[in-house]
């Protein structure tokens, strides 16, 4: 157990939905990462946030939002779904003070399927 | 960013050591080596980092070449358990408040019984 919980575990949906998928990150950990991986991309880094303010982003659609809140648990918005946005989402949570201790910890995934 | 080239597969005995090799020759004086691993349907997991000397732990080994353009990730004993996808990611130590932690397609590691 990394410490990192996301729910929901699965979610389907239809195309045109929006949908928010929940991440809270291990005790103290002050950064959350989102990322995407689907079968032929691999993970692809979506953004992150460190103690409530967005610090760098990948490739994340303009259809896509995220928020860090004061209580540091995360949520990732997926609007206007496509059958392509289908694909697994992980949550990661690190200490993110820079030093030595920079390791990052995963949730266990939410299994996005867009009908 | 510095990147990082793996060799995409790799197949190992169970019971017999593994290593995995990584090139990271644009790497900086200030990025640290991270190895992490993708059990399937699992997320990513943590398996070791470091920055010049060799490192042990309870997972592996990592040997770091002098010029610390390339590393290795070393498995003793591979188990079944071990088959995973492999990424070796460089992370600046002065940037983790703000870095992006890129992951390449790593090694699909298979271990044959």
């Known amino acids: 157990d990394s410490g990192v919980t996301q729910t929901p575990k699965h979610l389907i949906t239809a195309t045109g939905q929006r949908v928010t998928l929940r991440c809270s990150p291990r005790s103290g950990d002050l950064s959350v990462y989102w990322y995407q991986q689907s079968l032929d991309q691999g993970l692809q880094f979506l953004i992150q946030y460190y103690n409530g303010e967005e610090r760098a982003k990948g490739n994340i659609l303009e259809r896509f939002s995220a928020q860090q809140f004061p209580d540091l648990h995360s949520e990732l918005n997926l609007s206007s779904l496509e059958l392509g946005d289908s694909a697994l989402y992980f949550c990661?949570?690190?200490?993110?003070?820079?030093?030595?201790?920079?390791?990052?910890?995963f949730g266990q995934g939410t299994r996005l399927t867009v009908v | 960013d510095a990147k990082t080239t793996q060799p995409n597969s790799m197949e190992s005995n169970e019971e017999e050591p593994v290593h995995l090799p990584c090139n990271h020759s644009?790497?900086?004086?200030?990025?640290?080596i991270h190895w992490y691993r993708q059990l399937p349907s699992q997320g990513p997991e943590y398996v070791i980092h470091g920055l010049t000397s060799n490192v042990n732990n309870r997972m592996a080994s990592l040997a770091i070449a002098e010029d610390r353009k390339s590393s290795t990730l070393i498995l003793h004993r591979a188990t079944l358990r071990d088959a995973a996808v492999y990424y070796c990611i460089l992370r600046d130590w002065r940037k983790t408040s703000y870095d992006k932690v890129i992951f390449g397609p790593g090694t699909s590691l298979s271990v044959i019984p």
């Open positions: 644009t790497i900086s004086g200030t990025d640290y």
């Open positions: 990661a949570s690190s200490v993110g003070q820079g030093g030595m201790n920079t390791e990052a910890f």
